[in-house]
Each structure stands twice: as structure tokens, then as C-alpha cells.
């Protein structure tokens, strides 16, 4: 069964520093999202992308952040310089043309510090 | 703007045992709802959604969840709990919107089965 990817499963960086966080959406899907996880938090949603370009993002998401699909089968998450409340986990999510659901990826457990 | 209330942070329930985790939603227009299942650092795992249709639901591990609109209600059903269903349920909404579709998450419910 087709499954979103992602890499890698843990990062730690130290503050100041940049990260990309990689996702592999599964092969047909046409929209895409990051959301994160502060440990003992709710899931939260960052942005969502479609046809090249984001579709909506949240407050959380802002100048430090950004999303790109280099090639068509990667979906990357930036943060330009970490902040040690970025400690989370960050999940990708794709959905196909019919637009029900979202599948998850595994996440990236981020840790700045 | 869409929101979701999961009363409960944590609920403990015998082997065996009815399991009922609760969800209420606030949407401006018909909602989609999802429940969700994370497993211990792991992903999130879809258990069952409600898009049109049906009122109830049926899903994955023998869940099952009612829409009731007149009670913005969608709440987590299984007859029988099991040991392996200990986790962290999450309800989720999304609207019917362009391609956006962004889910909006609840706090969670901690599910414990004990012997």
C-alpha cells in the first residue's frame, strides 16, 4: 500500500541553525501539508500547498518557514534559523484529487538545542 | 473557522469494557470529521471519517463514531475495549473548502485498558 515517507525520523540541530525536513507524498496526490507536534500538545497545522504554491498557512508559519517541491516527488519543510521552541514533531500529509483524506507520514522528531 | 472539543484528556477503561471518547466540533458550514489513532512514537493512523452520507461510521479495529449534527457531536464508539487499543485519539475537522482542506485538531484523549 502506498505510504507518505519521511526523513529524517529524528533531527537535532542547535539553535540559530537551518533544517530541512523531507517528505516523499505518495505518488498521485495533489495536495500537501506540514503540521507539528510539541510533545503532550495537539497536532497543529503549518501550511498546505497545492499546484506548485501555498494554499493557506497559520500563524505559526511564518518568515522562518517555507515549503517547496524541488522535484515531483519530494515535499520539503525549511526552517531558516531554529528556535528551541521548534521542538517538535513535524508531520507530512498528502491527499489525492477526491480530497476526503489526509495520510500521514511517520514524522520528524525535531530537537533544537 | 472550524474548532474541536475532546472532553477527557485521559480515559481508563477495563478489558473488555465499552470504550466512549468524546468529540464536539464547531463549523460555519458541513463539516468533514475524522478521527485519528497515534500509537506510542508513531504517526497518526486514520480510523474512521464521516463526509456525507451515513451518520454512522465504521472503521478500522471495530470503531465506529456518529454524526449528529443537532448535537455538533462526533463521538468514538467500540463495544468492547482491547489492550492494543491504548493510544492517543485525536478528532479532527476539516470543511469543505477549495484545495485547502487543513485539519483542525482536538487536544486528544489518552485511552488506557487495564486488565
Known amino acids: 500500500e502506498p505510504e507518505v515517507t519521511q526523513t529524517p525520523s529524528h533531527q537535532v540541530t542547535q539553535m540559530g541553525q537551518e533544517v530541512i525536513l523531507r517528505c516523499v507524498p505518495i505518488?498521485?496526490?495533489?495536495?500537501f501539508y506540514w503540521y507539528r507536534q510539541i510533545l503532550g500538545q495537539k497536532v497543529e497545522f503549518l501550511v498546505s500547498?497545492?499546484?506548485?504554491?501555498?494554499?493557506?498557512k497559520s500563524e505559526i508559519f511564518d518568515d522562518q518557514f517555507s515549503v517547496e517541491r524541488p522535484d515531483g516527488s519530494n515535499f520539503t519543510l525549511k526552517i531558516r534559523s531554529t528556535k528551541l521552541e521548534d521542538s517538535a514533531m513535524y508531520f507530512c500529509a498528502s491527499m489525492d484529487r477526491q480530497g476526503s483524506e489526509q495520510y500521514f507520514g511517520p514524522g520528524t522528531r525535531l530537537t533544537v538545542t | 473557522a472550524q474548532s474541536v472539543t475532546q472532553l477527557g484528556s485521559h480515559v481508563s477503561v477495563s478489558e473488555g469494557a465499552l470504550v466512549l471518547l468524546r468529540c464536539n466540533y464547531s463549523s460555519s458550514v458541513p463539516p468533514y470529521l475524522f478521527w485519528y489513532v497515534q500509537y506510542p512514537n508513531q504517526g497518526l493512523q486514520l480510523l474512521l471519517k464521516?463526509?456525507?452520507?451515513?451518520?454512522l461510521v465504521k472503521g478500522i479495529n471495530g470503531f465506529e463514531a456518529e454524526f449528529k449534527k443537532s448535537e455538533t457531536s462526533f463521538h468514538l464508539t467500540k463495544p468492547s475495549a482491547h489492550m492494543s487499543d491504548a493510544a492517543e485519539y485525536f478528532c479532527?475537522?476539516?470543511?469543505?473548502?477549495?484545495?485547502?482542506?487543513?485539519?483542525?485538531f482536538g487536544t486528544g484523549t489518552q485511552l488506557k485498558v487495564e486488565l
Open positions: 464521516y463526509t456525507t452520507g451515513a451518520t
Open positions: 500547498f497545492y499546484n506548485n504554491e501555498i494554499s493557506e
Open positions: 479532527a475537522v476539516s470543511l469543505l473548502t477549495g484545495g485547502g482542506n487543513k485539519l483542525t
Open positions: 505518488s498521485n496526490h495533489l495536495y
